[in-house]
């Protein structure tokens, strides 16, 4: 800054004025950088953008170049926020902060003496890097390109921290490196691994997820052509070439599959940023103090999961704070941490998602829900006594609770769970829940990676040939007499001193029983064992699920078809909404019953 | 109805009589295909089947208009129809012909025609020596058939 002209008033006016709006902006930018941290939201970080965009060019304008390079490099790393190449992550939002405090500083210095007195430089040089997360430190790349070794590198880095220099100008120094190296070094820090991600829309990833749908048919088909071949024409050099290449298109058609999928990932991240506001704020109007932790937050699950899950899990983190976690004051009483604590885990399990959200808040009043269940007439007595812990605490995912206020009262649970649970099986996963009273509660929320293709058990039912999931899917069993018993016209299958109720599928899908079954299989969904009786079982397939259409609406018990290799369509069955099926006629009886017994008194 | 006052219709019989639809609603027809039953589905849904790696719903014209039962035979045709976005096939019995039709020939339908409803009617066609029913095909498969498809799913 030329102090000639500061002696001009007009000047100092000027750069008063600057001082002023630029301290409004920074102290505007500052919350806006806070609340980013608890939610991605694009008009907050278009208004840090511009007021730090603001600032470059107003400091650059009147010469203070040590303030606007600054903003300059700030602006450069909000830039990529703004344009979602990058997420606001904990170490982009610590240096933001750290550029506010410096900005400050820098127009404390030019209001005192017109002089910028900060230091900037390992502020900037951070910034640069975190605009550029790919960018290896040149460091490292001095002894990948074995100009020096790993203990010189120590020790230059040591000298660094000493004398706050940059590296490249020790090791200079240090003749451990000529200047055209490091330029040609320099160089290609900068442009290393630009061009490693594109964009591409959506919608052509969904054509492709078709297309390599599509291709999974014809590779079942040409399997079934395959076999058809080995088993009618005799052994012959044609059959063994068309078996090899069949493997081989296997194998391809499995990568290709995978890979697209992937491409189609997105990681839970993208939803658990809401989170922490959003627990905030419930804390804030229900007066209650949580501390949340997230883990898992990287496991990626299928774009149009992460989209439909939001709701559902939005609604049960608002029962958990709402119901579940007490008040301060009732935890104290209780002998409870005052804190209470709201976890949720992300991580895979095989080839699911699992999301578990906890709080070790007042948990499930068995006895309560219980009560209620019978008050309601949702079911009977002896139905409630006849069920263990777990499945009465499922309860609360039953239609009918929901709508009673009171019910939260007693259960601290209920309100709009049914929908969760519909919500959640429509992705073809499961929710379930856990708790023991006056300590904790978990909700479970298992979900498939992908909705397009998944592993199909194709078993035959009647005269049909049907898919059931195989995620639904844990065993298959030979189908005994001896160990099937008759409980309240109910049968079911003694197993290694199990006792599972077998679901009659033939009946639910009024399909003529035929009594030929010959084999059991033993489904898992949520915490419920149960077994379907199947005529035979074919085997394990890939199949892609296409609905059955707008004009045939939903069918329960129908999760969808698919299309085989001979070309035949085999429809898939919805195990969840068969139980829950079986569960809804129970409970329309009861509430029939119990309607007309108000009636009749 | 269009300008020139001439209609196209695919035409095809069930029993004895003679039905009409008109030609742009058509997308193909086809031979008997395997179908796959829908258990639960309404008595006249015959079931889905896979056209070329789509699957759509077969609808029973003979059971949807009220006629017998008919073992299906090599005449058998499946009529396959875009409805307002919903592709979806029908069955009847034989497919005889496109037709060119005046518009002036056709005349509204009369209150019954041997016991079909008349509102999935939408004229009857009069040729030299034959009657033929045009049907309204958005009609004979309308909403509240998906209605009554949902309801049946509830329960």
Same mark, same amino acid.
């Given at each position: 800054?030329?102090?000639?002209?500061?002696?001009?008033?007009?000047?100092?006016?000027?750069? %008063?004025?600057?001082?002023?709006?630029?301290?409004?902006?920074?102290?505007?930018?500052?919350?806006?950088?806070?609340?980013?941290?608890?939610?991605?939201?694009?008009? &907050?970080?278009?208004?840090?953008?511009?007021?730090?965009?603001?600032?470059?060019?107003?400091?650059?304008?009147?010469?203070?170049?040590?303030?606007?390079?600054?903003?300059?490099?700030?602006?450069?790393?909000?830039?990529?926020?703004?344009?979602?190449?990058?997420?606001?992550?904990?170490?982009?939002?610590?240096?933001?902060?750290?550029?506010?405090?410096? #900005?400050?500083?820098?127009?404390?210095?030019?209001?005192?003496?017109?002089?910028?007195?900060?230091?900037?430089?390992?502020?900037?040089?951070?910034?640069?890097?975190?605009?550029?997360?790919?960018?290896?430190?040149?460091?490292?790349?001095?002894?990948?390109?074995?100009?020096?070794?790993?203990?010189?590198?120590?020790?230059?880095?040591?000298?660094?921290?000493?004398?706050?220099?940059?590296?490249?100008?020790?090791?200079?120094?240090?003749?451990?490196?000529?200047?055209?190296?490091?330029?040609?070094?320099? @160089?290609?820090?900068?442009?290393?691994?630009?061009?490693?991600?594109?964009?591409?829309?959506?919608?052509?990833?969904?054509?492709? #997820?078709?297309?390599? $749908?599509?291709?999974?048919?014809?590779?079942?088909?040409? %399997? #079934?052509?395959?076999?058809?071949?080995?088993?009618?024409?005799?052994?012959?050099?044609?059959?063994?070439?068309?078996?090899?290449?069949?493997?081989?298109?296997?194998?391809?058609?499995?990568?290709?599959?995978?890979?697209?999928?992937?491409?189609?990932?997105?990681?839970?991240?993208?939803?658990?940023?809401?989170?922490?506001?959003?627990?905030?704020?419930?804390?804030?109007?229900?007066?209650?103090?949580?501390?949340?932790?997230?883990?898992?937050?990287?496991?990626?699950?299928?774009?149009?999961?992460?989209?439909?899950?939001?709701?559902?899990? &939005?609604?049960?983190?608002?029962?958990?704070?709402?119901? $579940?976690?007490?008040?301060?004051?009732?935890?104290?009483?209780?002998?409870?941490?005052?804190?209470?604590?709201?976890?949720?885990?992300?991580?895979?399990?095989? @080839?699911?998602?699992?999301?578990?959200?906890?709080?070790?808040?007042?948990?499930?009043?068995?006895?309560?829900?219980?009560?209620?269940?019978?008050?309601?007439?949702?079911?009977?007595?002896?139905?409630?006594?006849?069920?263990?812990?777990?499945?009465?605490? @499922?309860?609360?995912?039953?239609? $009918?609770?929901?709508?009673?206020?009171?019910?939260?009262?007693?259960?601290?649970?209920?309100?709009?769970?049914?929908?969760?649970?519909?919500? &959640?099986?429509?992705?073809?996963?499961?929710?379930?829940?856990?708790?023991?009273?006056?300590?904790?509660?978990?909700?479970?929320?298992?979900?498939?990676?992908?909705?397009? &293709?998944?592993?199909?058990?194709?078993?035959?039912?009647?005269?049909?040939?049907?898919?059931?999931?195989?995620? @639904?899917?844990?065993?298959?069993?030979?189908?005994?007499?001896?160990?099937?018993?008759?409980?309240?016209?109910?049968?079911?299958?003694?197993?290694?001193?199990?006792?599972?109720?077998?679901?009659?599928?033939?009946?639910?899908?009024?399909?003529?029983?035929?009594?030929?079954?010959?084999?059991?299989?033993?489904?898992?969904?949520?915490?419920?064992?149960?077994?379907?009786?199947?005529?035979?079982?074919?085997?394990?397939?890939?199949?892609?699920?296409?609905?059955?259409?707008?004009?045939?609406?939903?069918?329960?018990?129908?999760?969808?078809?698919?299309?085989?290799?001979? $070309?035949?369509?085999?429809?898939?069955?919805?195990?969840?909404?068969?139980?829950?099926?079986?569960?809804?006629?129970?409970?329309?009886?009861?509430?029939?019953?119990?309607?007309?017994?108000?009636?009749?008194? | 109805?269009?300008?020139?006052?001439?209609?196209?219709?695919?035409?095809?019989?069930?029993?004895?009589?003679?039905?009409?639809?008109?030609?742009?609603?058509?997308?193909?027809?086809?031979?008997?295909?395997?179908?796959?039953?829908?258990?639960?589905?309404?008595?006249?849904?015959?079931?889905?089947?896979?056209?070329?790696?789509?699957?759509?719903?077969?609808?029973?014209?003979?059971?949807?208009?009220?006629?017998?039962?008919?073992?299906?035979?090599?005449?058998?045709?499946?009529?396959?129809?875009?409805?307002?976005?919903?592709?979806?096939?029908?069955?009847?019995?034989?497919?005889?012909?496109?037709?060119?039709?005046?518009?002036?020939?056709?005349?509204?339908?009369?209150?019954?025609?041997?016991?079909?409803?008349?509102?999935?009617?939408?004229?009857?066609?009069?040729?030299?020596?034959?009657?033929?029913?045009?049907?309204?095909?958005?009609?004979?498969?309308?909403?509240?058939?998906?209605?009554?498809?949902?309801?049946?799913?509830?329960?």
């Amino acid at each position: 800054m030329n102090n000639e002209s500061l002696e001009h008033e007009e000047m100092k006016e000027i750069i %008063n004025d600057f001082i002023i709006e630029s301290l409004e902006l920074i102290e505007n930018a500052t919350q806006d950088i806070i609340s980013m941290e608890a939610e991605q939201d694009d008009e &907050i970080i278009n208004s840090i953008f511009r007021a730090v965009h603001t600032i470059k060019g107003t400091s650059s304008f009147l010469g203070f170049s040590v303030l606007s390079n600054l903003a300059h490099k700030a602006e450069d790393l909000l830039g990529l926020v703004r344009k979602k190449e990058l997420n606001m992550s904990k170490e982009i939002t610590d240096a933001l902060l750290e550029s506010m405090d410096t #900005m400050k500083l820098l127009i404390e210095d030019i209001k005192t003496d017109y002089k910028e007195k900060q230091d900037t430089e390992q502020l900037v040089h951070k910034l640069e890097v975190l605009a550029n997360p790919d960018r290896k430190p040149l460091g490292e790349m001095f002894v990948e390109e074995k100009i020096i070794t790993e203990k010189e590198l120590e020790k230059v880095l040591e000298k660094q921290k000493q004398e706050n220099k940059k590296i490249g100008e020790i090791v200079l120094e240090e003749k451990l490196i000529t200047d055209k190296q490091l330029e040609n070094l320099l @160089n290609k820090q900068r442009t290393k691994r630009e061009d490693q991600t594109i964009r591409i829309d959506v919608k052509k990833l969904d054509e492709m #997820m078709n297309l390599v $749908g599509e291709l999974v048919l014809g590779k079942n088909r040409l %399997n #079934m052509v395959k076999n058809m071949a080995k088993r009618d024409i005799s052994k012959s050099s044609v059959v063994d070439n068309l078996d090899e290449v069949t493997n081989y298109i296997e194998v391809i058609t499995n990568e290709l599959q995978l890979s697209i999928m992937k491409a189609r990932l997105v990681p839970l991240s993208k939803l658990f940023n809401k989170v922490p506001r959003l627990v905030r704020d419930l804390c804030n109007s229900f007066n209650k103090d949580v501390e949340l932790k997230i883990t898992g937050e990287e496991t990626e699950l299928d774009r149009t999961l992460i989209e439909s899950l939001h709701d559902p899990l &939005i609604h049960i983190i608002r029962n958990s704070v709402d119901h $579940g976690i007490e008040t301060r004051e009732e935890r104290i009483k209780k002998g409870k941490p005052e804190r209470g604590t709201l976890s949720i885990d992300a991580y895979n399990e095989g @080839n699911n998602v699992v999301i578990d959200i906890f709080d070790d808040g007042k948990g499930i009043d068995i006895d309560g829900l219980k009560k209620k269940v019978i008050e309601k007439g949702l079911m009977s007595e002896n139905e409630i006594n006849d069920m263990t812990e777990k499945e009465i605490m @499922n309860l609360i995912f039953i239609p $009918g609770l929901s709508t009673a206020k009171k019910i939260s009262n007693v259960s601290g649970r209920g309100v709009g769970m049914d929908v969760v649970k519909t919500n &959640i099986e429509k992705m073809n996963g499961q929710v379930y829940v856990d708790s023991v009273k006056n300590q904790w509660t978990r909700i479970s929320i298992r979900l498939p990676l992908t909705l397009a &293709i998944m592993g199909a058990l194709i078993v035959e039912i009647g005269h049909e040939l049907y898919a059931i999931p195989l995620n @639904n899917v844990i065993e298959l069993v030979k189908l005994n007499r001896e160990y099937i018993k008759t409980v309240d016209k109910n049968e079911v299958l003694m197993l290694r001193n199990e006792i599972v109720p077998i679901l009659d599928v033939a009946r639910i899908m009024s399909l003529s029983d035929s009594g030929k079954e010959k084999y059991i299989v033993i489904c898992k969904i949520g915490d419920k064992t149960l077994g379907i009786k199947v005529n035979a079982v074919v085997g394990q397939e890939e199949i892609v699920i296409k609905s059955l259409g707008e004009f045939m609406g939903n069918i329960k018990g129908i999760g969808g078809a698919s299309i085989r290799g001979d $070309g035949k369509v085999i429809l898939i069955l919805d195990i969840p909404a068969m139980i829950s099926d079986r569960y809804m006629e129970k409970i329309n009886k009861r509430r029939e019953e119990a309607l007309e017994y108000k009636y009749a008194v | 109805m269009n300008e020139s006052g001439i209609r196209q219709l695919v035409t095809f019989k069930i029993e004895n009589d003679e039905f009409g639809v008109d030609i742009l609603k058509v997308q193909e027809i086809n031979r008997m295909m395997n179908i796959t039953r829908i258990p639960n589905a309404p008595d006249f849904v015959e079931g889905v089947i896979n056209l070329r790696g789509k699957i759509i719903p077969i609808v029973d014209l003979r059971k949807k208009l009220g006629f017998p039962a008919k073992e299906y035979d090599k005449s058998t045709r499946i009529i396959v129809v875009e409805l307002e976005g919903i592709v979806l096939g029908f069955i009847v019995d034989s497919v005889s012909e496109v037709l060119r039709i005046p518009n002036s020939t056709i005349e509204p339908p009369p209150s019954i025609i041997k016991g079909i409803e008349s509102e999935f009617i939408e004229g009857v066609g009069k040729l030299e020596d034959r009657l033929l029913i045009l049907l309204e095909l958005k009609k004979v498969f309308t909403i509240s058939e998906h209605k009554s498809l949902e309801d049946l799913s509830m329960n």
